[in-house]
């Protein structure tokens, strides 16, 4: 189970020695706590924490969109003339609520959708025209769900499925699934009925049965939707661990610790248009945009806020790090 991130805040910081008594729950509550103990003159001078993993640049744009709308046949318009680009190598996370249009453009990423006006370019292939075999090398979209997504008897038949539909040889196939399946740690699992393994398991083969295919884009869609906080964490570490690897992440999601913890980059949706494209860290303290948007930061980046520190903090463990530094009386970091 996860705790709210200003208690863990103040149990980790307690532990290092800080004189907390009552741990809060919420943000009032932690600033009053922590307010007396701080330096604010050190903590408004700190610098922005670095960049959390390795970041790929590529100048290579992986998906272009320019001037989408699309209207579903009941007549309802869910995008209204959105411009997107993706670079190769970026972890991007489309935020928004419900109904924001957030799910209705991924979509178009792989061909579910076709644009009503605009277009869509992905990996070199216009969406309109593109056969679905092409589009499934381009794009691996992974459900929330993987019983959604997983049909063989077997899981090596699972992971085989793709390959052998894109008129790969055998020789090919093989590899692949070998690759794939060393890769997401499921070799062991091979000739199991994927139905029967734990929902763990189920979720590393429908992974695993999508990194077969070498996707230019890899779409996880609300992937902590309805998992415990250590399943969403392993779902998450495997996305991280994959993107190391050079792989281009897009994250469907409006749970906002996730999109600070993971993304680098947040396109936010609110009414079918994109209401704020821009660096994880700067897209949350921009408040007019996550409140027409009905999202709201972390509750560690709010506290930051309300403490002094100029930038944006999108961690527990980059709170812990600055608040060390900037302890009344403090001569190193905790």
């Known amino acids: 189970l996860s705790v709210p991130q200003v208690t863990l805040l103040s149990a980790r910081l307690r532990t ?13 509550e932690a600033a009053g706590v922590l307010s007396p103990l701080i330096d604010r003159e050190t903590l408004n001078r700190a610098p922005e924490p670095p960049p959390r993993r390795a970041q790929h640049e590529s100048e290579e ?5 320019a001037g989408l709308s699309h209207v579903y046949q009941d007549g ?21 609520q419900n109904g924001s249009g957030k799910t209705t453009l991924v979509k178009h990423f792989n061909g579910l959708l076709k644009p009503t006006e605009g277009t869509v370019t992905v990996a070199g292939l216009d969406t309109r025209k593109a056969s679905i075999a092409e589009m499934a090398l381009a794009v691996g979209y992974i459900f929330q769900n993987p019983d959604a997504q997983i049909f063989k008897m077997k899981v090596e038949e699972e992971l085989a499925f793709g390959p052998q539909n894109v008129g790969l040889s055998k020789e090919e196939v093989d590899r692949r699934i070998k690759e794939a399946a060393e890769d997401l740690e499921i070799s062991h699992l091979m000739d199991k ?3 029967f393994l734990s929902k763990g398991e ?5 992974v695993a049965a999508v990194m077969a295919m070498h996707p230019d884009i890899l779409v996880l869609d609300e ?10 964490k392993e779902i998450m570490d495997l996305a991280v661990r994959l993107h190391d690897e050079g792989q281009t992440v897009v994250v469907i999601t409006h749970d906002m610790n996730l999109a600070a913890e993971y993304c680098d980059r947040v396109v936010i949706m609110e009414g079918g248009r994109v209401l704020l494209d821009a660096p994880t860290r700067e897209a949350f303290l921009a ?3 996550l409140n027409a948007s009905s999202l ?7 506290l930051g806020k309300a403490l002094g520190y100029p930038h944006a903090w999108l961690t527990v463990d980059e709170a812990v790090e600055t608040l060390g530094d900037a302890k009344i009386g403090a001569t190193r970091g905790v």
């Open 223 to 232: 992937p902590t939707t309805g998992q415990d906080f250590k399943r969403a």
């Open 296 to 302: 709201r930061p972390p509750q560690v980046t709010v």
């Open 16 to 28: 290092a020695g800080w004189s907390i008594e009552e741990l809060p729950i919420g943000v009032e």
């Open 287 to 289: 408040e007019e945009e």
């Open 61 to 65: 744009v992986v998906v272009s969109i």
């Open 193 to 195: 009925n994927p139905f």
């Open 202 to 206: 189920k979720q590393r083969v429908a």
């Open 76 to 96: 309802t318009r869910a995008l209204r003339d959105v411009d997107l680009e993706i670079s190769r190598g970026e972890f991007v996370g489309i935020l928004g």
